[in-house]
């Protein structure tokens, strides 16, 4: 069975600090996407990586970072966690091509305080 | 540039009523075409997909939705719903031909299900 795991499912943080939010695919998924998902606006593409070590700016890429050393292993980072980042954070992975479905995880849910 | 607009914030339906979600998307062409449900505290799950062929697509949990192209939209229907499916339904959009899958989602619809 399809499985997207993401590290935590709830983090509290304090403002300034660095914040990593793992997501594992075990589908051997090239593509992998991180979004973010706050009442009202649904869900806003940050970053995508399609291979190793590739990464692309989704719609809202600032104040975070991606990093992608393995296939199945794709990181966020926040370089200095802000109170505006608290948000529900959502990973998942698909196959390359544009009608393959995208496999979600279930998700982080981000306190900065 | 691609939009998707899910006019319907929150929608209440009581069991066993028939249900329809609203979406409309903004694109030049034919896109491939998206429902997931996201239940409480869960991940997003797939309901359907539309990318080719027949223009109304089954899906599971008995839902199903239209691909109307001259109206640009492609709603979700169920006959008859469950307590169950009480939770938070998205609309998507891809497009054709690009080198990955980026999606487009619409902001959401949350149904609530009356006894």
């Known amino acids: 069975d399809v499985k997207v795991t993401q590290s935590s499912r709830y983090l509290v943080k304090r403002t300034g600090e660095k914040v990593f939010l793992e997501c594992v695919q075990d589908?051997?998924?090239?593509?992998m996407f991180w979004y973010r998902q706050d009442p009202g606006l649904g869900l806003r593409l940050i970053y995508f990586s399609y291979d190793v070590k590739m990464k692309e700016k989704g719609d809202i890429p600032e104040g975070y970072s991606v990093s992608r050393e393995k296939k199945e292993r794709f990181s966020l980072i926040l370089e200095s966690a802000s109170t505006n980042q608290t948000s529900m954070y959502l990973c998942?992975?698909?196959?390359?091509?544009?009608?393959?479905?995208?496999?979600f995880g279930p998700g982080t849910r981000l306190l900065v305080l | 540039a691609q939009s998707v607009t899910q006019p319907d914030i929150h929608i209440t339906v009581s069991e066993g009523a028939s249900l329809e979600l609203r979406c409309n998307y903004s694109?030049?062409?034919?896109?491939?075409l998206f429902w997931y449900v996201q239940s409480p505290g869960q991940g997003l799950q797939l309901l359907l997909k539309y990318f080719s062929g027949d223009t109304l697509v089954q899906g599971i949990k008995g839902f199903e939705a239209e691909f109307k192209r001259s109206q640009s939209s492609f709603n979700l229907r169920k006959p008859s719903v469950h307590w169950s499916d009480a939770a938070e339904y998205f609309c998507a959009v891809g497009a054709r031909g690009g080198a990955t899958n980026k999606l487009i989602f619409g902001t959401g619809t949350l149904l609530a299900v009356q006894p």
């Open positions: 998942a992975s698909s196959e390359p091509r544009g009608q393959e479905t995208q496999y």
């Open positions: 694109y030049g062409a034919t896109p491939y």
């Open positions: 589908m051997d998924h090239e593509n």
